[in-house]
Every structure is written in structure tokens, then in C-alpha cells.
């Protein structure tokens, strides 16, 4: 399974940003797919993530009501539709794939449950 990220960019504080995932390849094994973020200096976290087949909705509480993910099963695509962004919310994000089907709360949001990754996308937040 390859994954391809993009629409990263340079915004200011307020503004909305969406990535893209697009999945290739065998993307029929994917059952959770989620976003992870890395900042500079700091480990990488966990963003959202949700279950493939739909439903299941995870945030990360420094994310929640401001992020939204949805997936497109046609075009085997995950976004993450980004409001209200902040300076902090500056890293390199990156989608990821998981091959383990897990239902209920609490799913997909330690990166060791993904077994694909995306290259990352940059986000800057300027203040």
C-alpha cells in the first residue's frame, strides 16, 4: 500500500487548510487510516483517525472541534479539513494505514497500530 499526502502550505493563524491521502496499491487491507503530526523537536502524535469502512471518528483533544477527518471510499482518499489553525499546530503531518480492524473508541490513535505511511506534508502556522 502506498500512500501519498499533500496540500500542506504556509498559512496564518485562522485559517483553514485540507489534506489529502490518497492510498495505491492494496488498499483493500486498510481498515483504519489517520493522521499523525510532527513538530520540530517533539515526538510524533496522533491527530485523527477513522475507521475505513466509516464511523469511528478519533481526535486528539488539541485538535477536536477544529479538525475534521472524512474519507472518500470511491477515490480511497482520507482529508483532514483543518479550521481555526494556530502556530502550534506547525509540523509535518502524515497520513498512515492500518491493517487492523478495531471497533469502538479509542481505536487507531497510537502509531504502532499503523503499518503504512505517507511521506508527510508540511504545515506551517505563522501568528
Known amino acids: 500500500v502506498q500512500l501519498q499526502a499533500s496540500g500542506g502550505g504556509l498559512v496564518q493563524a485562522g485559517d483553514s487548510l485540507r489534506l489529502s491521502c490518497v492510498a495505491s496499491g492494496r488498499s483493500s487491507s486498510i481498515h483504519g487510516m489517520g493522521w499523525f503530526r510532527q513538530a520540530p523537536g517533539k515526538e510524533r502524535e496522533f491527530v485523527a483517525s477513522v475507521l475505513w469502512s466509516g464511523g469511528f471518528e478519533n481526535y486528539a483533544d488539541s485538535v477536536r472541534g477544529r479538525f475534521i477527518i472524512s474519507r472518500d471510499n470511491a477515490k480511497i482518499a482520507v482529508y483532514l479539513q483543518m479550521t481555526s489553525l494556530k502556530p502550534e499546530d506547525t509540523a509535518v503531518y502524515y497520513c498512515?494505514?492500518?491493517?487492523?480492524?478495531?471497533?469502538?473508541?479509542?481505536?487507531?490513535?497510537?502509531?504502532?497500530?499503523?503499518?503504512?505511511w505517507g511521506q508527510g506534508t508540511q504545515v506551517t502556522v505563522s501568528s
Open positions: 498512515a494505514g492500518s491493517s487492523l480492524l478495531c471497533l469502538g473508541g479509542g481505536c487507531y490513535d497510537d502509531s504502532d497500530e499503523y503499518d503504512h
